[in-house]
Protein backbone atom coordinates (compact mmCIF):
# COMPACT_ATOMS: atom_id res chain seq x y z
CA UNK A 1 0.00 0.00 0.00
CA UNK A 2 1.42 3.37 -0.77
CA UNK A 3 -0.41 6.46 0.96
CA UNK A 4 0.28 10.22 -0.12
CA UNK A 5 -1.57 13.58 1.75
CA UNK A 6 -1.28 15.38 4.78
CA UNK A 7 -2.97 15.00 7.94
CA UNK A 8 -5.10 18.64 7.41
CA UNK A 9 -6.14 17.27 3.26
CA UNK A 10 -7.60 14.69 1.36
CA UNK A 11 -5.56 10.96 1.64
CA UNK A 12 -4.90 9.07 -1.50
CA UNK A 13 -3.70 5.50 -1.03
CA UNK A 14 -3.04 2.56 -3.46
CA UNK A 15 -3.66 -0.27 -2.76
CA UNK A 16 -4.27 -4.08 -4.10
CA UNK A 17 -7.86 -4.93 -3.81
CA UNK A 18 -9.31 -8.52 -5.62
CA UNK A 19 -5.97 -8.50 -7.15
CA UNK A 20 -5.81 -5.40 -9.11
CA UNK A 21 -4.18 -1.70 -8.28
CA UNK A 22 -6.91 0.56 -6.87
CA UNK A 23 -6.75 4.13 -6.05
CA UNK A 24 -8.89 5.47 -2.57
CA UNK A 25 -9.33 9.10 -2.06
CA UNK A 26 -10.49 9.42 1.73
CA UNK A 27 -11.63 12.51 3.28
CA UNK A 28 -12.13 11.72 7.11
CA UNK A 29 -10.56 8.53 8.97
CA UNK A 30 -8.23 6.81 7.10
CA UNK A 31 -8.94 3.48 8.76
CA UNK A 32 -12.07 2.46 10.25
CA UNK A 33 -12.42 0.58 13.15
CA UNK A 34 -14.87 -1.57 14.47
CA UNK A 35 -18.20 0.68 16.08
CA UNK A 36 -17.26 3.51 13.36
CA UNK A 37 -20.80 4.49 12.48
CA UNK A 38 -21.21 5.80 9.18
CA UNK A 39 -19.21 5.65 6.14
CA UNK A 40 -20.30 7.57 2.70
CA UNK A 41 -18.62 6.13 -0.02
CA UNK A 42 -18.37 7.03 -3.52
CA UNK A 43 -18.61 4.48 -6.64
CA UNK A 44 -17.68 5.91 -9.41
CA UNK A 45 -18.88 6.03 -13.30
CA UNK A 46 -16.86 4.93 -16.00
CA UNK A 47 -13.78 6.20 -16.27
CA UNK A 48 -13.63 5.34 -12.30
CA UNK A 49 -11.10 8.24 -11.78
CA UNK A 50 -11.23 9.03 -8.05
CA UNK A 51 -10.19 12.49 -8.48
CA UNK A 52 -13.21 13.78 -10.11
CA UNK A 53 -15.00 13.61 -7.60
CA UNK A 54 -12.63 15.41 -5.06
CA UNK A 55 -14.66 19.20 -4.95
CA UNK A 56 -18.30 16.94 -4.55
CA UNK A 57 -16.50 14.97 -1.79
CA UNK A 58 -15.02 17.75 -0.05
CA UNK A 59 -18.44 19.98 -0.09
CA UNK A 60 -20.18 16.40 1.30
CA UNK A 61 -17.78 16.60 3.80
CA UNK A 62 -17.67 20.02 5.09
CA UNK A 63 -21.39 20.04 4.78
CA UNK A 64 -21.40 17.66 7.74
CA UNK A 65 -18.78 19.40 9.69
CA UNK A 66 -16.02 17.24 8.87
CA UNK A 67 -17.82 14.36 10.92
CA UNK A 68 -18.28 11.62 9.03
CA UNK A 69 -15.75 10.00 6.53
CA UNK A 70 -16.37 10.36 2.65
CA UNK A 71 -14.24 7.68 0.67
CA UNK A 72 -14.25 7.27 -2.80
CA UNK A 73 -13.13 4.48 -4.59
CA UNK A 74 -11.66 4.05 -8.58
CA UNK A 75 -12.69 1.30 -10.64
CA UNK A 76 -9.92 -1.72 -10.49
CA UNK A 77 -6.72 -0.71 -13.03
CA UNK A 78 -8.39 2.69 -14.00
CA UNK A 79 -5.88 4.37 -12.09
CA UNK A 80 -2.15 5.33 -12.68
CA UNK A 81 0.15 2.79 -9.69
CA UNK A 82 2.81 4.25 -8.06
CA UNK A 83 6.63 3.62 -8.86
CA UNK A 84 5.97 0.53 -6.25
CA UNK A 85 3.02 -1.46 -7.51
CA UNK A 86 1.99 -2.85 -10.65
CA UNK A 87 -1.17 -2.53 -12.50
CA UNK A 88 -2.55 -6.15 -11.53
CA UNK A 89 -0.90 -8.39 -8.33
CA UNK A 90 -1.15 -10.99 -10.14
CA UNK A 91 -1.74 -11.97 -14.07
CA UNK A 92 -3.54 -15.43 -14.28
CA UNK A 93 -5.49 -14.41 -11.01
CA UNK A 94 -6.32 -11.08 -13.21
CA UNK A 95 -7.73 -12.93 -15.91
CA UNK A 96 -9.37 -15.66 -14.50
CA UNK A 97 -11.45 -13.32 -12.31
CA UNK A 98 -11.83 -11.11 -15.61
CA UNK A 99 -10.97 -7.79 -12.86
CA UNK A 100 -11.01 -5.38 -15.21
CA UNK A 101 -14.54 -6.51 -16.33
CA UNK A 102 -18.01 -5.47 -15.40
CA UNK A 103 -18.51 -8.26 -13.05
CA UNK A 104 -14.83 -7.98 -12.11
CA UNK A 105 -15.64 -4.64 -10.73
CA UNK A 106 -18.73 -5.39 -8.89
CA UNK A 107 -17.03 -8.10 -7.01
CA UNK A 108 -13.90 -5.68 -6.53
CA UNK A 109 -15.98 -3.39 -4.71
CA UNK A 110 -17.28 -6.29 -2.65
CA UNK A 111 -13.84 -6.91 -1.68
CA UNK A 112 -12.64 -3.87 -0.16
CA UNK A 113 -16.17 -3.59 1.53
CA UNK A 114 -15.28 -7.18 3.04
CA UNK A 115 -11.58 -6.51 4.18
CA UNK A 116 -11.41 -2.62 5.13
CA UNK A 117 -14.74 -1.52 6.42
CA UNK A 118 -16.25 -3.04 9.47
CA UNK A 119 -19.38 -5.61 8.77
CA UNK A 120 -21.42 -2.91 11.41
CA UNK A 121 -20.60 0.04 9.67
CA UNK A 122 -23.45 1.91 8.30
CA UNK A 123 -23.14 2.83 4.75
CA UNK A 124 -24.39 5.76 2.68
CA UNK A 125 -23.83 5.08 -0.86
CA UNK A 126 -23.35 6.74 -3.89
CA UNK A 127 -23.44 5.88 -7.02
CA UNK A 128 -22.86 7.44 -10.18
CA UNK A 129 -23.51 6.64 -14.11
CA UNK A 130 -22.51 3.04 -14.26
CA UNK A 131 -21.53 3.11 -10.42
CA UNK A 132 -25.52 3.28 -10.01
CA UNK A 133 -25.56 -0.13 -11.34
CA UNK A 134 -22.57 -1.79 -9.32
CA UNK A 135 -24.30 -0.77 -6.23
CA UNK A 136 -27.64 -2.52 -7.39
CA UNK A 137 -25.70 -5.67 -8.04
CA UNK A 138 -23.69 -5.26 -4.40
CA UNK A 139 -26.93 -4.59 -2.43
CA UNK A 140 -28.52 -8.31 -4.29
CA UNK A 141 -25.22 -10.05 -4.03
CA UNK A 142 -24.67 -9.34 -0.45
CA UNK A 143 -27.78 -8.25 0.82
CA UNK A 144 -26.46 -8.16 4.76
CA UNK A 145 -24.92 -5.21 3.46
CA UNK A 146 -25.46 -2.52 6.34
CA UNK A 147 -27.09 0.13 3.39
CA UNK A 148 -28.63 3.08 5.31
CA UNK A 149 -29.49 4.96 2.23
CA UNK A 150 -28.41 4.40 -2.25
CA UNK A 151 -28.25 7.37 -3.96
CA UNK A 152 -28.20 6.94 -7.63
CA UNK A 153 -27.09 9.88 -9.67
CA UNK A 154 -27.54 10.24 -13.53
CA UNK A 155 -28.40 6.06 -13.06
CA UNK A 156 -27.35 3.78 -15.94
CA UNK A 157 -29.25 1.20 -14.79
CA UNK A 158 -30.66 -0.42 -18.05
CA UNK A 159 -31.11 -0.44 -21.74
CA UNK A 160 -27.80 1.17 -22.17
CA UNK A 161 -27.02 0.46 -26.15
CA UNK A 162 -30.68 1.98 -26.65
CA UNK A 163 -29.75 5.23 -25.44
CA UNK A 164 -28.75 8.01 -27.81
CA UNK A 165 -25.00 7.83 -26.20
CA UNK A 166 -25.07 4.41 -26.27
CA UNK A 167 -25.56 3.69 -30.26
CA UNK A 168 -22.63 5.79 -31.23
CA UNK A 169 -20.61 4.52 -28.56
CA UNK A 170 -21.49 0.49 -28.63
CA UNK A 171 -19.85 0.22 -31.93
CA UNK A 172 -17.00 2.31 -31.18
CA UNK A 173 -16.62 0.50 -27.51
CA UNK A 174 -17.44 -3.01 -28.89
CA UNK A 175 -16.27 -3.54 -32.36
CA UNK A 176 -13.44 -0.28 -32.71
CA UNK A 177 -11.92 -0.44 -29.42
CA UNK A 178 -8.52 -1.38 -31.08
CA UNK A 179 -8.02 0.81 -33.03
CA UNK A 180 -8.28 3.61 -29.89
CA UNK A 181 -5.00 1.95 -28.62
CA UNK A 182 -2.15 3.67 -31.19
CA UNK A 183 -3.08 7.63 -30.64
CA UNK A 184 -3.39 6.54 -26.74
CA UNK A 185 -0.68 5.29 -26.62
CA UNK A 186 1.13 8.24 -28.51
CA UNK A 187 -0.72 10.28 -26.01
CA UNK A 188 0.74 8.67 -23.40
CA UNK A 189 4.28 9.50 -24.44
CA UNK A 190 3.84 12.99 -24.30
CA UNK A 191 5.54 15.27 -21.06
CA UNK A 192 2.53 15.79 -18.38
CA UNK A 193 2.96 19.43 -18.82
CA UNK A 194 1.77 19.31 -23.02
CA UNK A 195 -0.93 16.78 -21.73
CA UNK A 196 -2.65 18.77 -18.88
CA UNK A 197 -2.56 22.16 -21.42
CA UNK A 198 -4.45 20.22 -24.08
CA UNK A 199 -6.76 18.99 -21.70
CA UNK A 200 -7.32 22.38 -20.66
CA UNK A 201 -7.78 23.44 -24.32
CA UNK A 202 -10.43 20.27 -25.28
CA UNK A 203 -12.60 21.24 -21.60
CA UNK A 204 -12.13 25.16 -22.57
CA UNK A 205 -15.62 25.42 -23.53
CA UNK A 206 -17.09 24.10 -20.29
CA UNK A 207 -18.35 26.99 -18.51
CA UNK A 208 -17.40 27.08 -14.57
CA UNK A 209 -15.24 24.25 -15.54
CA UNK A 210 -14.13 22.94 -11.81
CA UNK A 211 -10.11 22.89 -12.71
CA UNK A 212 -9.63 19.68 -10.65
CA UNK A 213 -11.13 17.46 -13.18
CA UNK A 214 -8.16 18.41 -15.25
CA UNK A 215 -5.57 16.26 -13.72
CA UNK A 216 -7.13 13.33 -13.13
CA UNK A 217 -8.28 13.69 -16.91
CA UNK A 218 -4.57 13.93 -17.27
CA UNK A 219 -3.97 10.25 -16.42
CA UNK A 220 -6.71 8.87 -18.08
CA UNK A 221 -3.69 9.61 -21.36
CA UNK A 222 -2.07 7.08 -19.58
CA UNK A 223 -2.63 4.17 -22.26
CA UNK A 224 -3.62 1.14 -19.66
CA UNK A 225 -6.02 3.24 -17.64
CA UNK A 226 -7.86 4.32 -21.00
CA UNK A 227 -7.77 0.63 -22.50
CA UNK A 228 -9.02 -0.60 -19.20
CA UNK A 229 -11.68 1.69 -19.24
CA UNK A 230 -12.67 1.01 -22.77
CA UNK A 231 -12.82 -2.64 -21.76
CA UNK A 232 -15.40 -2.22 -19.02
CA UNK A 233 -17.73 0.29 -21.16
CA UNK A 234 -17.68 -2.40 -23.83
CA UNK A 235 -19.18 -4.93 -21.21
CA UNK A 236 -21.86 -2.18 -19.80
CA UNK A 237 -23.34 -2.10 -23.37
CA UNK A 238 -23.86 -5.64 -23.42
CA UNK A 239 -24.52 -6.56 -19.87
CA UNK A 240 -26.74 -3.50 -18.77
CA UNK A 241 -30.20 -4.68 -20.51
CA UNK A 242 -33.23 -5.16 -18.26
CA UNK A 243 -33.72 -3.06 -15.32
CA UNK A 244 -33.36 -5.24 -12.49
CA UNK A 245 -36.90 -4.66 -10.65
CA UNK A 246 -36.90 -7.28 -8.35
CA UNK A 247 -33.63 -5.58 -6.14
CA UNK A 248 -34.99 -2.31 -6.84
CA UNK A 249 -38.52 -3.32 -4.84
CA UNK A 250 -36.80 -4.70 -2.15
CA UNK A 251 -34.46 -1.86 -1.61
CA UNK A 252 -36.84 0.83 -2.59
CA UNK A 253 -37.03 2.58 0.69
CA UNK A 254 -33.42 3.25 0.62
CA UNK A 255 -32.98 4.04 -3.21
CA UNK A 256 -32.77 7.96 -3.94
CA UNK A 257 -33.09 8.29 -8.28
CA UNK A 258 -31.85 11.13 -10.00
CA UNK A 259 -32.68 11.33 -13.09
CA UNK A 260 -30.86 13.91 -15.93
CA UNK A 261 -33.55 16.36 -17.76
CA UNK A 262 -31.52 16.19 -21.13
CA UNK A 263 -29.31 13.05 -20.66
CA UNK A 264 -28.00 10.99 -23.54
CA UNK A 265 -27.19 8.10 -21.54
CA UNK A 266 -30.42 7.72 -19.46
CA UNK A 267 -32.70 9.92 -21.15
CA UNK A 268 -35.85 11.08 -19.63
CA UNK A 269 -38.56 8.27 -21.00
CA UNK A 270 -36.63 6.11 -18.69
CA UNK A 271 -37.16 8.42 -15.30
CA UNK A 272 -41.22 8.33 -16.66
CA UNK A 273 -40.95 4.52 -16.92
CA UNK A 274 -39.25 4.40 -13.58
CA UNK A 275 -42.20 6.22 -12.02
CA UNK A 276 -44.69 4.42 -13.39
CA UNK A 277 -43.12 1.55 -12.54
CA UNK A 278 -42.43 2.24 -9.07
CA UNK A 279 -44.87 4.99 -7.87
CA UNK A 280 -44.16 5.34 -4.22
CA UNK A 281 -40.66 6.06 -4.96
CA UNK A 282 -38.32 8.41 -4.31
CA UNK A 283 -37.55 9.37 -7.99
CA UNK A 284 -36.52 12.76 -9.03
CA UNK A 285 -35.74 14.28 -12.65
CA UNK A 286 -33.52 17.42 -13.14
CA UNK A 287 -34.39 20.80 -12.59
CA UNK A 288 -31.05 22.64 -12.89
CA UNK A 289 -29.66 21.18 -16.35
CA UNK A 290 -26.97 19.54 -14.56
CA UNK A 291 -24.86 17.42 -17.60
CA UNK A 292 -24.87 13.55 -16.62
CA UNK A 293 -20.40 14.18 -16.19
CA UNK A 294 -21.66 16.59 -13.30
CA UNK A 295 -18.17 16.41 -11.85
CA UNK A 296 -16.80 18.59 -14.94
CA UNK A 297 -18.40 21.98 -13.37
CA UNK A 298 -21.34 21.50 -10.56
CA UNK A 299 -19.82 19.23 -7.82
CA UNK A 300 -20.07 21.72 -5.48
CA UNK A 301 -23.86 22.11 -6.52
CA UNK A 302 -24.90 18.40 -6.76
CA UNK A 303 -23.09 17.58 -3.52
CA UNK A 304 -25.36 20.37 -1.37
CA UNK A 305 -28.20 18.92 -2.92
CA UNK A 306 -27.26 15.16 -2.16
CA UNK A 307 -26.36 16.22 1.48
CA UNK A 308 -29.85 17.64 2.42
CA UNK A 309 -31.58 14.46 1.14
CA UNK A 310 -28.93 11.89 3.17
CA UNK A 311 -28.37 13.88 6.48
CA UNK A 312 -31.31 12.49 8.12
CA UNK A 313 -30.14 9.45 7.50
CA UNK A 314 -26.48 9.41 9.03
CA UNK A 315 -26.61 8.16 12.72
CA UNK A 316 -24.19 9.76 15.53
Not at 47 to 70: E, I, K, N, S
Not at 241 to 260: A, C, H, P, Q, S
Not at 269 to 289: A, N, S, T, V, W
Request: proline letters at 5%; a neutral charge; charged letters at 20%.
Amino acid sequence: MEVTGSKDEPRTEFIYCYGANTELLKFGSCRLQPGHKNLILIIPGNPGVVGFYRTFMQTLYRTFDCRHPVWAISHAGHCIPPDSMDMIEDGSSAVERDVFGLVGQIEHKLAFLKKHVPRETNLILIGHSIGCYIILEMMKKDPELKVLRAVMLFPTIERMAQTPQGKVMTPVLCQLRYLGYLPLFLLSLLPDSLKYSLIKLVLSGIHSLDLSVIRPTVSLLNGDCAANAMYMGGQEMKAVLDRDNRTIKENLDKIIFYYGAKDHWCPVQYYLDMKQDFPHGDIRLCEREFRHAFVLDAGSEVSKMVAEWIHGDLRT
